[in-house]
């Protein structure tokens, strides 16, 4: 099938530069670069965007009436962005933590309810007993609400499971997804995301290098690994051998560092060549440096801290001023239940400093060079000529219309490998 796309708003294109490589700095706001204005349309043939022109141009070499395999979309002035890329999800789990709001008002950490049965342990024990059937229609609902919000392309982690099989299931079930959802799903095992009750910590290190990570390798389905490093969690000594056991087996680590104290997993993960550190929030600044002269994307999930009710902790303008390569991305999973990058980018702008077209940058374009190991074909993230048809029809003329309604959904079309799939 092909698809016409015909007076568009402006085209938030992202394309400029080396597209396998993120924006930084003020490179992240140049709309010179970065927008196409005008009267534009484009044309669709198949899963690839095939030409990028102006309005007249293609309604006369294509002609502006639907027919058997031409679909025509009067755009009528809306403005056209890449599709989300949202880098660190943990879609696949079973059971209901709604609870756990209360438990915080009344005064327990993250930490105190982990500790009363509650968080990762409780989440764990109702993702073990779901078939992989169940898990697959949750996850089936998750995909299709995260694509009428705008995500195209998916990185999502096992890591409710911590033993062999349900690890094991929960990444065979993300590859079914992959096939039989729109969605572009990259997928991370997480054994390393907490030591199951009644096993000592070192003991599960050695199940997680010696039998999880083999069988993972051998399945076939993981793209990365990823450990919950963080004091009271897995120690930087324990991270360094799970990563490096997986990096001798070319499984390459993105990781969950800093998220509430320093605990040096940021500096870690740029002595590992990790490709991504993720929550970030408390990094120290010499860190943050060195992810950045190492090439690691520091990838901030402000939804967490917010649900948490904690301080956003995310220096995001920082990271502009020191043109340090940045993502944000939802960290949807039990205790954080968005699967909505607009939301994401309203905390981003409304709240953390950043203009509407920085942050686009990091929900499109800068995460999808940390997926490029495993990518879906081509590069996603930005609208090319030979690129991915991944774009988004918003419901305003403003690219910017794109995370400024707060609860509500800024969406108009979402465009999956050159499909309409909302
Ligand atoms: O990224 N922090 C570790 N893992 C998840 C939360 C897991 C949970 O509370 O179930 C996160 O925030
Ligand atoms: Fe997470």
Known sequence: MRLLLLNSGPVATLASGDINSPLTGTDMSDTESLVLNGENGIYIDGEIVSKIAHTEELAQEFGTEDNSTLRVIDCKSKAIIPGFVDSHTHLLWGGDRANEMQLRHNGLSYSDIANAGGGIQKTVQFTRNISNDSLSKLGEKRIKRALDFG?????????????????LKLLEVNQILSESTPMGIHSTWLGAHDVPRGVAMDDYVDELIHIQLPAVV????ANYADVFCEPGWFSLEHTELIVSAASKLDLPSRLHVDEFADGGGLQLASELGAI???????????????????????????????????DLETPLTQCIENKWAFSLATDFNPNCRTLSMPFVGSLATH????????????????????LLNSTEGEVTGSIREGGPADLL???????????QMP????????VKSGAIVN
């Open 276 to 310: 991504s550190g993720d929550h970030v929030g408390h990094s120290s600044e010499s860190a943050r440096q060195s992810a950045s002269d190492s090439g690691v994307m520091q990838t901030f999930l402000p939804g967490t801290p917010y649900i948490l009710g904690h």
């Open 218 to 221: 051998d399945q076939g389905y």
């Open 407 to 414: 609860g509500d959904n800024p969406i108009y079309k979402t």
């Open 351 to 370: 709240r953390l400093g950043l203009s509407p077209m920085e942050a686009l940058v990091a929900v499109t374009r800068n995460p999808a060079t940390t």
């Open 151 to 167: 995500t195209t392309t998916m990185e999502c982690k096992s890591g409710y499971g911590l033993s062999l099989d349900s690890e």
């Open 393 to 403: 029809i918003l419901d305003s003329p403003y690219i910017d219309s794109w995370c």
